[in-house]
């Protein structure tokens, strides 16, 4: 089962944390005789702390898996907490030795995870350092056996520090304070947990609204652990679990650290996609040297029809395009060294646009050239284009606008007939273009779909988990996705 039927996901041996073993073994003193007993160890390891540690925050894998769960390219991180359990007797009702059954949400959420369950916003993570067929303090879960399950009726308000409940960290002393439907409830939980073992290496991947609880470490041993989240960009409500990461800024440790980090990472931490990098350089001493000026123009270059000059630094030029390419609502991105591919799409339209960007007598320039696409709509996009650049206004959306004749069948298969498709066709003569060869035709299909009354099948489940890698598989899985969330509603 997937990660979003059951609640959680074990990821076996799936990220090298060697290094991150020695510097908790430094952080945590095995002889602590007082060591603290909640969760999170006080925040001695709570990001930014030590650089093994630091980069398992940002790890590419961990980021990677995060946004394929969460059906998302943007996140952000809201907790990164390294921490220590003790194998000794609890001292308290708020110790962790032998923890309670619960989810995480409570303390994540100003309201509630929402009620259907396979929107997702949240993904939570144990990073394992310790092997708990030695330490134990194994995580318990329980799975979640489909929609009737009787332990996961929303709302879920079942447990210490929720509604009316007191909050009581330790298990035996946060059951005495239950009563009535939640404490049976409980007590199913604790028959149907399960008791995975882990590994250093391994990982816990699961949701906010997922029943689990730390189980007591063996007398004696500690057990290390990272305690990670992630939501999506676009989630309402979900807060920071963390203080703000730059309140350890000043110090020149997490500015060195920001450096060092690809564009991604830095994005899952909440730094801007974009920003004028002749100030981020100023600020940060080991970033990256200034964007060098783009190359001079190839001898014999063969000049497209559209050409915008700037008679500027080679970063506020591309700061410029970039934001001038995002108020037209079209993805940028870098195909080589100064060099640009735009994609948009306009109803059945997908426009693919080159630009390469040269230096000519001591100006910057950006050559346009349209490589796929409806000249008609290229045309007006780049009168809009030209017009932003020069500081004016965009033309009226009318002068793009796109016919939506009913297709008649015998037009089909046809790629010219199917331009013209439009919802109001019968779903079974759509449905055999999502296996089409030309991604913007199962773009266009699925499209369609979506404004219909089309129950998903097999080939959308598959568009709508797939990790993408371009613009227009992003853009039928955003269709794909409305198919799958409106049929659960």
């Not at 995480?104 to 916003?121: C, I, L, Q, R």
């Not at 001079?296 to 080679?314: D, K, R």
């Not at 035709?441 to 998903?456: D, E, G, H, N, Q």
Request: hydrophobic share 35%; aromatic share 12%.
């Amino acid at each position: 089962m997937s990660l979003w039927e059951q609640g959680y996901v074990i990821l076996r041996d799936f990220i090298d944390v060697s290094d991150a073993r020695l510097e908790m073994q430094t952080l945590f003193d095995p002889g602590d005789t007082n060591p603290v007993q909640d969760f999170g160890s006080d925040g001695r390891g709570t990001f930014p702390c030590t650089p093994a540690l630091n980069q398992v925050t940002v790890h590419p894998k961990l980021i990677a898996i995060v946004k394929h769960y969460l059906q998302t390219t943007d996140i952000r991180l809201t907790q990164s907490v390294a921490w220590a359990k003790y194998g000794q007797t609890a001292t308290n009702n708020q110790s962790n030795n032998d923890q309670r059954i619960h989810m995480d949400w409570g303390n994540h959420y100003w309201a509630h995870p929402p009620k259907n369950w396979y929107v997702p916003e949240v993904i939570a993570a144990i990073v394992y350092y310790s092997d708990t067929r030695e330490t134990g303090g194994g995580t318990a879960v329980v799975a979640r056996q489909g929609p009737d399950d009787p332990v996961y009726q929303w709302p879920f308000t079942h447990m210490p520090g929720i509604s009316k409940w007191p909050f009581v960290n330790n298990r035996i002393d946060a059951e005495k304070v239950m009563s009535g439907t939640a404490a049976d409830i409980r007590q199913l939980c604790y028959k149907r947990e399960e008791y995975p073992h882990f590994k250093p290496g391994d990982v816990l991947l699961y949701r906010l609204d997922t029943w689990h609880r730390g189980r007591p470490v063996n007398e004696g041993q500690v057990r290390h652990v990272h305690n990670l989240a992630w939501r999506r960009a676009d989630a309402q409500g979900i807060q920071q679990w963390n203080r703000g990461f730059t309140q350890k800024m000043y110090y020149g440790h997490l500015e060195h650290f920001v450096s060092t980090l690809s564009a991604e990472q830095r994005e899952t931490l909440g730094f801007p996609k974009t920003f004028d990098h002749q100030s981020v350089s100023a600020r940060y001493p080991d970033w990256q040297p200034a964007i060098e000026n783009p190359p001079p123009v190839p001898e014999y270059w063969h000049w497209s029809s559209v050409v915008l000059n700037a008679a500027e630094t080679a970063s506020l030029t591309k700061k410029r395009f970039v934001d001038l390419c995002t108020t037209l609502h079209i993805d940028i991105r870098e195909s080589g060294h100064w060099k640009w591919t735009l994609q948009w799409c306009h109803d059945m339209h997908y426009m693919n646009v080159e630009c390469h960007v040269f230096t000519k007598d001591n100006e910057i320039v950006i050559d346009i050239n349209n490589v796929q696409g409806d000249r008609r709509l290229y045309w007006h996009t780049i009168g809009n284009m030209r017009a932003l650049w020069h500081g004016g206004e965009m033309g009226p959306t009318h002068k793009i606008a796109v016919l939506t004749t009913t297709l008649s069948y015998n037009l089909l298969p046809s790629e010219e007939g199917f331009a013209l498709l439009t919802s109001d066709m019968d779903t079974e003569k759509i449905i055999p273009y999502l296996k089409h060869s030309d991604k913007n035709i199962v773009r266009c299909a699925m499209k369609a779909l979506s404004t219909s009354l089309y129950k998903p099948t097999k080939i959308v489940y598959q568009w709508s988990s797939r990790q993408c890698q371009t613009f227009l598989e992003e853009e039928i899985q955003k269709w794909a996705n409305h198919i799958v969330y409106r049929s659960r509603l």
